[in-house]
Every structure is written in structure tokens, then in C-alpha cells.
């Protein structure tokens, strides 16, 4: 950091397995991904290049040798690999990511029906070579799914080689884990929490009052994704509490009530 104080909560180096931030990719050019690893490379521990965007995106590889480089993690968006499995590609879709010299997957089943141990199965295949992420909810609008099953989906995932588990949101924040209106299902979540540990979960969190909620909730060093490229400074002063939604988490009581009473005073 570039000066000191106290009280500010303490977030683990790089490599980090908690406290994560995942940066979605929409199609940064390659300039622009030099700009960000400028100011930002030390914040961001994973890039998703989100949904099929690699498809269509313009110097790819030098794209991917940028970031691995800056030391992160990188993978191809989960429905890129589904419109592979749909197409009965799976094979094609391993061959790719190891041409590509990518050391993570995503699978997903947000698009696509897709049998839960058959997704367990790609999982396992898949995380012998790489580090796989795995992403639990429908991108679907409307559809509920209990939470037992997103815990039971979850810890199954885990097991079956998943490195972390993914909590659906889009890159909205309007679906899976949160309402139409962007507000969290605190009911699910916290009931996700009670059933699988929470260092094992990416929540998605795409709109700065979702990165609030989640910080107060679990703290600096909670896992969270989605975050646009130019959020991600913005996110980590909501996690160390320099920013005003956040502010006052990490102060000790004697500073708040002091400062409180001179307010009252005023």
C-alpha cells in the first residue's frame, strides 16, 4: 500500500485461495488489458473471459499470455463450454483450452439441461488437468431452485474435483442468488453458508450494493466475481472499509462512539 494506517483488515498475498476477486473479461482490447494489469494486476486473482467472448475476441492468446503472466488465474466463460457439450464437443473443448495453455475450466449449466452426475462427471475429467471452477444456478430468470439442492449441487461439485463453486448471478446480478431487483436471497444464502464452507464459494456479485452486502457480511476476504474491470479498486476499498458503505466495519468501538458523540455535540 502506499502509506499506513491502522484498522485496516488484513488480506492474504497472492496466490490467494480466500479473498478472491474474479474480473470478467468482455472483451477487453489488448491495450486496455495492459492498463488494467497497470493499476491492478496485485487485486485481481482470476479473469474470466465471460461467456463466448473468446469466440470473437481479436489477439486471444497474447490476451491470455498477459494475464497469466501478472500471475492469474484464467478461463473461458462456463457458457462457452456448454455450447461445446450441447454440441457434443467436449473432447474439442479440452483440446482447445490446452492449446490455448490454460490452466483452469469453468463447467456450467446455466444454458443447458444437463444431468447432475454427467456434470459431475466433466469435473472430474476436466480437474486431472486443470483447476476447474464450477458454477451452481440457472441464468434463467424465474426459476427457483431450493436451497438443499444448491447445497447438495454444491458439495457434490467439491468433491468431484471443483476447486471452487460458483453462486449464479450473471453478469447482471439479477438471477440465482439475487431477486429480480438486484437485492440478495439472504434466506438462500445464508442457508448455503450453514451447509458448505465458505472459503469453497465464488459469489457473483456484479453491482457495488451486492459487493457491500457480501463484504459485510463475511468480511474483507470474502470470494467474489463478476466485477468489471473498472471496479475492481473500487471493490478492494469496500473491502478494507475506505470507502463509505463500508467505513465503519473494521474501527474499533471506542473510535466510533467517540465520533459519535462529537456528532452528537455538533
Not at 251 to 265: F, H, Q, R, V, Y
Amino acid at each position: 500500500m502506499n502509506f499506513t494506517l491502522p484498522y485496516i483488515p488484513e488480506r492474504p498475498a497472492k496466490p490467494r485461495t480466500s479473498g478472491i476477486t474474479m474480473m470478467m473479461d468482455k472483451g477487453l482490447s489488448i491495450r486496455q488489458v495492459e492498463d488494467f494489469l497497470s493499476v491492478s494486476s496485485d487485486l485481481t486473482d482470476v479473469v474470466k473471459l465471460g461467456f463466448g467472448t473468446s469466440f470473437v475476441t481479436k489477439q486471444l492468446e497474447q490476451k491470455i499470455k498477459l494475464y497469466k503472466e501478472a500471475g492469474m488465474k484464467i478461463y473461458l466463460g462456463g457458457t462457452l463450454f456448454e455450447a461445446f457439450v450441447i454440441r457434443n464437443m467436449f473432447e474439442d473443448y479440452r483440446k482447445l483450452i490446452t492449446k490455448l495453455k490454460l490452466d483452469c475450466a469453468e463447467v456450467s449449466d446455466g444454458s443447458i439441461d444437463m444431468n447432475h452426475n454427467k456434470k459431475c462427471e466433466y469435473i472430474h475429467t476436466l480437474a486431472k488437468d486443470f483447476t476447474v471452477f464450477s458454477e451452481v444456478g440457472s441464468k434463467e430468470a424465474g426459476i427457483i431452485i431450493h436451497p438443499a439442492k444448491w447445497v447438495s449441487m454444491m458439495n457434490a461439485e467439491l468433491k468431484a474435483g471443483s476447486w471452487k463453486v460458483i453462486a449464479e448471478a450473471r453478469e447482471s446480478g439479477n438471477v440465482g442468488i439475487y431477486r429480480s431487483n438486484g437485492n440478495a436471497h439472504t434466506i438462500l444464502i445464508n442457508k448455503i453458508l450453514a451447509k458448505v464452507k465458505r472459503e469453497d464459494i465464488l459469489w457473483e456479485a456484479p453491482q457495488k450494493a451486492q459487493q457491500v452486502w457480501f463484504v459485510k457480511l463475511l468480511g474483507a476476504n470474502v470470494n467474489l466475481g463478476n466485477i468489471s474491470f473498472d471496479d475492481v479498486i473500487p471493490l478492494e476499498t469496500l473491502r478494507l472499509g475506505l470507502r463509505g458503505d463500508t467505513f465503519f466495519s473494521y474501527l474499533p468501538t471506542d473510535l466510533k462512539e467517540k465520533t459519535a458523540k462529537e456528532n452528537s455535540k455538533a
